[in-house]
């Protein structure tokens, strides 16, 4: 599958068109970012960021709403008065159910000549819809680009169906299937600390690395989201997606340029490399988890089961854990475990790249454990630091891990935008390669469905854990059998 991306005309005026301007996400994470490249002057000339939703509400009122739910999003001392107003301005409010009319009102607003991104930021059951009402009212022409959020259906099948529908109408190279992860400055950054250096290519295989690991815990609970986060579990809204685009990017090929099609072949390759799992493997290498009341942060928290709207005897898991390989010469026999949960002792996402320890234990006193290891922070810090072996001061030979620490605040001054933004500027400026694409999102589905099949044939609930801990027992001991263990 090719993707020709067509290179926007940054001059032109450009219209930013929310479906789901109302939603959560359009006021906690997209207008801030608009505002952000509003402030840093990142938006094309004459931009209008045009809000759909089904609130009977003026504009007026729509800016009294943005006001109070989305500015407090706006941190880091970014927020000006000024600017504020500027971005305000930005913004019109169109009411419209897409389930029940078509999109004139939005087509009136049509400029000639203006370039035209729809952020489809609504439950993706209305995608469908949403594309064939767009193109009924005319408003997909070559110049048109679609941003779909996730999740991106619920499995192959549902997946494969959104993509025939998005794609009656648009191109590949007018699709940008986001994950949010991808435009996280840590994950870019690994793209450069594995193919802008030649010194760690040579290492970055098996035998010489013995394991991988990577975890995205969250703090937060299920919080207001049940509706949603009950029919989906960890698994649909976190691995499926941004562990294994992490995966990607750590186990990828070199790509023959920054050209999207030579990324994302390569990172096909890998999602088409991973091993499928039996019924059996499922039982034995992966662990679902169920947070119950415990602790966070000293206050006592609820169990998702007391969640508000969370059916009384729900079997959704709020953490997986897993054993899987990538059946290539270079991951040969390297497990990579990957974790996800909400409600873990603290927010804390890393990749852990284990390298093997020295074939012969020359220093007597040598500690146990591995020498080296590779960590990439992600979140709430970022930071990479290359774990090695250094001597105790003093006369014996004594070893102990220091970490060299590549300090990328202090290296570089320059404002760190959110992922969001970054990936909001690359829609405008038609950069592909930070975004799915489509037999991407299906080979990871490919490889996820026969797990959740295998967990609702197996018909286990989910293992317990206490709110504000690392996860279930089990997942400990999917590592231990393998004689590693989770790094915190
Ligand atoms: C979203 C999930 O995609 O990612 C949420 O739907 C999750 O459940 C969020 O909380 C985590 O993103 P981040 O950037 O806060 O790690």
């Known amino acids: ?29 997209l207008l801030p970012a608009l505002y952000m490249a509003h402030l840093h002057g990142n938006l ?15 504009r007026n009122a729509y800016l009294a709403f943005v006001e109070e739910h989305s500015r407090s999003f706006i941190t880091g001392g970014a927020f000006t008065d000024e600017a504020w107003r500027g971005f305000l301005q930005l913004l019109e409010y169109v009411r419209i159910d897409v389930q029940q ?31 064939d009402k767009l193109a009924q009212a005319g408003l997909v022409d070559r110049n048109a680009r679609v941003v779909l959020e996730k999740p991106l259906g619920r499995d192959l099948a549902s997946a494969i169906e959104i993509n025939e529908a998005v794609g009656k109408y648009f191109e590949e190279s007018q699709i940008y299937r986001i994950d949010h992860y991808l435009g996280k400055e840590t994950v870019q950054n690994l793209m450069v600390l594995r193919f802008g250096n030649s ?33 989906t579990g960890a698994m649909r809204d976190m691995v499926q997606n941004h562990l294994l685009q992490l995966l990607c990017i750590v186990a990828m090929e070199p790509p ?4 999207p099609d030579a990324v994302r072949d390569e990172k096909l390759k890998v999602l088409r490399s991973l091993r499928r799992f039996s019924l059996a493997n499922i039982a034995r290498d992966t662990v679902r988890g169920q947070y119950v009341r415990g602790v966070s942060g000293n206050q006592e928290v609820k169990g998702y089961l007391e969640e508000s709207n969370v059916p009384a005897d729900s079997s959704t898991e709020t953490f997986v854990a897993l054993r899987t390989y990538v059946d290539t010469w270079r991951w040969s026999k390297v497990p990579f475990y990957l974790r996800t949960g909400k409600r873990m002792q603290r927010r804390s996402s890393k990749i852990v790249i284990e390298f093997a320890n020295p074939p012969f234990p020359l220093f007597p006193e040598t500690p146990g454990g591995v ?3 590779l960590v990439i922070e992600l979140q709430p810090e970022e930071a990479i630091k290359l774990q090695l072996m250094a001597k105790q001061p003093g006369s014996g030979m004594q070893m102990q891990q220091v970490a060299l620490n590549l300090d990328l605040q202090s290296a570089f001054s320059q404002r760190r935008a959110e992922a969001y933004e970054r990936l909001l500027i690359d829609v405008v400026r038609g950069r592909l390669t930070h975004f799915m694409r489509r037999d991407e999102l299906e080979a990871a589905w490919e490889w996820a469905d026969p797990i959740i099949d295998g967990w609702r044939e197996l018909g286990e609930k989910p293992n317990a854990y206490a709110a504000g801990t690392w996860g279930p027992p089990e997942s400990f001991a999917l590592l231990a059998r393998d004689g590693f263990s989770w790094v915190e």
Not at 49 to 54: C, D, L, P
Not at 213 to 218: D, H, L
């Open 256 to 259: 023959a340029s920054l050209a």
């Open 371 to 373: 020498a080296n290891r």
């Open 1 to 29: 599958m090719t993707s020709t991306a067509q290179t926007p005309d940054t001059s032109l005026p450009l219209d930013m068109i929310i479906f789901g301007g109302m939603g959560d996400l359009a006021m906690r994470k």
């Open 101 to 131: 009319e078509g999109l004139d009102a939005l087509a009136r607003l049509s400029r000639p000549g203006a370039e035209r991104a729809f952020y489809l930021a609504t439950a993706p059951s209305l995608f469908t819809t949403i594309c």
């Open 44 to 58: 094309p000339p004459a931009t209008r960021i045009i809000s759909t939703g089904r609130q009977d509400f003026d």
């Open 199 to 231: 010194i760690l290519e040579p290492l970055w295989r098996a035998p010489n690395i013995t394991s991988v690991q990577i975890t995205v815990a969250e703090e937060v609970g299920v919080g207001s989201r049940a509706g949603f986060y009950d029919s």
